[in-house]
């Protein structure tokens, strides 16, 4: 196990990643913030679903989740067809303006990155999107489980290690 310090430390560099964040954000289309962009990659990965799956899959209230569906179904990015389980609910799904959308997205953010990250070498960005995986990881899905408070024991039981 990792020093004190060094959790420390990885506190502080996470911490930092808003701002890398929020210059990435910076590429996107002017009509097209972080939240919407998000909506759009996550149906074009995972295909047609409900908004109840979409904020789940965000991690985020259903009336945030309403919002930037509402925000990408007004610009006509998505489409919203009755379910035919039950015709109450709505099912989204990326159609070919949002798919053009997504694609110029990802075309920005990639060039941004390769723009600020120009003096890394290819193994070094690889292994950072090895990291960044592994921590990931690491959480889980910490919508179903709490992660541990200040304070609180951090002692791994043997199946933990």
Not at 113 to 121: Q, R
């Amino acid at each position: 196990m990792a020093a004190q310090s060094q959790y420390e430390e990885l506190a502080r560099q996470l911490s930092a990643i808003g701002a890398v964040k929020r210059g990435l954000s910076r590429v996107l289309p002017a009509d097209c913030p972080a939240g919407p962009a998000v909506v759009l990659m996550l149906l074009d990965r995972f295909g047609e679903m409900r908004m109840s799956k979409l904020a789940e899959m965000l991690d985020i209230d259903m009336s945030v989740t309403s919002r930037h569906v509402a925000h990408v179904a007004d610009r006509g990015w998505v489409d919203r067809t009755p379910d035919p389980l039950d015709r109450r609910s709505r099912l989204l799904s990326i159609n070919t303006h949002g798919k053009e959308l997504l694609r110029q997205v990802s075309e920005r953010y990639t060039e941004a990155l390769a723009h600020c990250l120009s003096d890394w070498s290819d193994d070094d960005v690889g292994r950072l999107n090895e990291l960044l995986a592994r921590l990931r990881a690491s959480f889980g899905d910490t919508r179903c489980r709490a992660l541990p408070l200040q304070g609180a024991s951090t002692t791994r039981t043997p199946s933990q290690r």
